[in-house]
């Protein structure tokens, strides 16, 4: 099992940053993905950034370079370093790791969710 903290989050406004950080912990094998999602009021779910163990790194056309993902794969975190924030960044952003547990089983493990909200 992993459990997943994140930091950061809070109200900003239009064009200024924010970072959000998360950190896995729990009873694992590895984890070989991390990355962000985000859900605004009354939209789905959806991907903002990720990164693999080997560090390669997708993002969301709407975030691309205005955001970037970091992640350690020995201390099991990441982080989201959001730049030129809009009013539609306003969203819960979500921490997600995929996992190996001692099972052997793969899982997508999920952070409670912080809220970020772009307003002047």
Do not use: H
């Not at 239009?14 to 990355?35: E, K």
Request: proline letters at 2%; aromatic letters at 10%.
């Amino acid at each position: 099992q992993v459990q997943l903290v994140e930091s950061g989050g809070g109200l900003v406004q239009p064009g200024g940053s924010l970072r959000l950080s998360c950190a896995a912990s729990g009873s694992f094998i590895r984890i070989d993905v991390m990355g962000w999602y985000r859900q605004a009021p009354g939209k789905r779910r959806g991907l903002v950034a990720t990164v693999t163990d080997d560090g390669n790194t997708n993002y969301a056309d709407s975030v691309k370079g205005r955001f970037t993902i970091s992640g350690d794969n020995v201390k099991n975190t990441v982080s989201l370093q959001m730049n030129s924030l809009k009013p539609e960044d306003t969203a819960v952003y979500y921490c997600n790791a995929r996992g190996l547990d001692f099972r052997k089983i793969w899982a997508d493990y999920w952070g409670q969710g912080t809220q970020v909200i772009v307003s002047s």
